[in-house]
């Protein structure tokens, strides 16, 4: 069931996959774009990720009706959808250079394609895998199109129905994917965890087979580290330098310190997880002295009997377990026992 992306084999017996998704925080500077690559390189994540598109390719430049952003509550109130998109995209001549970065600081890099021309220019430059972002996954053209490269595809759920999941899994494999990750996604900026339905991911993994993550836009890292447990094999999270520096989707990124925590929690409730298993760890067997036994606590002569004064359950764990503490009241002792001696069936006998 592991993939291999980029050279780094994603699935339950490795680490989370931590991808760091850019998007528009580049904030229309290229070195800025670089220092972000930097960033997520210190931080220890595996993969950085674009969007591939440019305005013109998701829109048309009308400013009115649904084309315009009304919402009061978006994060993007004001916008038309067409200047938004050309304030967010990330330059197409800007990728390979941000590619190379990638490749110096050891990260996996690839990006959203978000047109069929998206997936031409991605394949010209060598991407080890494509991601397919939620507002794409009912556009099966463009999915049977990534699907037909054969590399690894990344699709997210987000508003997606049972039905709509199913078709998009149904047209990636019969156009020839076969390594296949799903993310549960909540499109909404920023998520509220309590949208966020982490449970979906091991219902997602048992019914269409496939390794399951999520993309998480929620605030902070709790809801990541909860879906470790429940079986995410892939993290994805927005990345800005600096919430202040303001950005088009800055308001729900982390910043590289908390990226950083990301991906040592993430790992360690991965590595939490664990198999079954009962029964003193190799590393709690050291601990096991520290355990109540039985223990002799007053000097004994020849025919003394046992009682609760002499005989008690206390750290160490060298006697006999505390159990048999009723078995040897009343008994006396056959030999001398010094104060301090844990108690052992030859005492009596």
């Known amino acids: 069931m592991s993939i291999d992306i980029g050279g780094v084999t994603v699935g339950p017996s490795s680490a989370p996959f931590i991808i760091a998704e850019m998007s528009g925080n580049h904030n229309g500077s290229l070195d800025r774009a670089l220092a972000i ?15 591939t598109y440019t305005a013109d390719t998701m829109t048309i430049d009308l400013a009115e009706r649904e084309f315009f952003i009304s919402n009061r509550d978006s994060l993007w109130y004001g916008h038309s959808l067409y200047s938004l998109y050309e304030q967010a995209h990330t330059p197409w001549q800007w990728h390979e250079p941000i590619f190379q970065r990638a490749k110096e600081r050891g ?9 069929a021309s998206a997936v031409d220019f991605l394949q010209s430059l060598g991407v080890p895998a494509f991601k397919v972002a939620s507002f794409e ?83 902070g890292i709790g809801a990541a580290v909860a879906s470790i447990a429940l079986g995410a094999t892939v993290i994805e999270k927005h990345v800005t330098l600096r919430r202040a520096d303001g950005g088009v989707d800055s308001a729900f990124s982390m910043q590289p310190e908390e990226l950083t925590q990301l991906v040592l929690e993430t790992r360690s409730a991965w590595q939490g997880l664990g198999s079954v298993m009962i029964g003193p760890t190799d590393d709690e067997k050291a601990s096991l002295v520290f355990r109540r036994s039985l223990y002799v606590c007053a000097d004994l002569r020849v025919g003394d009997v046992l009682d609760r004064e002499n005989l008690r359950a206390i750290r160490p764990g060298l006697g006999l377990p505390p159990k048999f503490l009723e078995s040897l009241l009343g008994k006396r002792v056959t030999k001398a026992v010094r104060r301090g001696t844990p108690a052992d069936w030859s005492i009596i006998g």
């Open 37 to 51: 690559v930097d960033a997520i390189a210190e931080s220890g994540a595996h993969a950085v990720k674009l969007q």
């Open 107 to 115: 990260l996996v890099a690839f990006s959203s394609a978000f047109d």
């Open 137 to 219: 996954n009912v556009d099966l053209p463009l999915i049977r199109k990534i699907a037909a490269t054969g590399k690894p595809m990344i699709v997210s759920t987000g508003m997606a129905t049972v039905a709509e999941v199913d078709e998009a899994v149904r047209a990636a494999r019969q156009a020839g994917c076969r390594d296949l990750i799903l993310l549960k996604c909540t499109s909404s900026y920023p998520a509220s965890p309590t949208s966020s339905n982490l449970a979906t991911i091991p219902y997602l993994r048992e019914l269409f087979g496939c390794q399951v993550g999520l993309s998480d836009h929620t605030l």
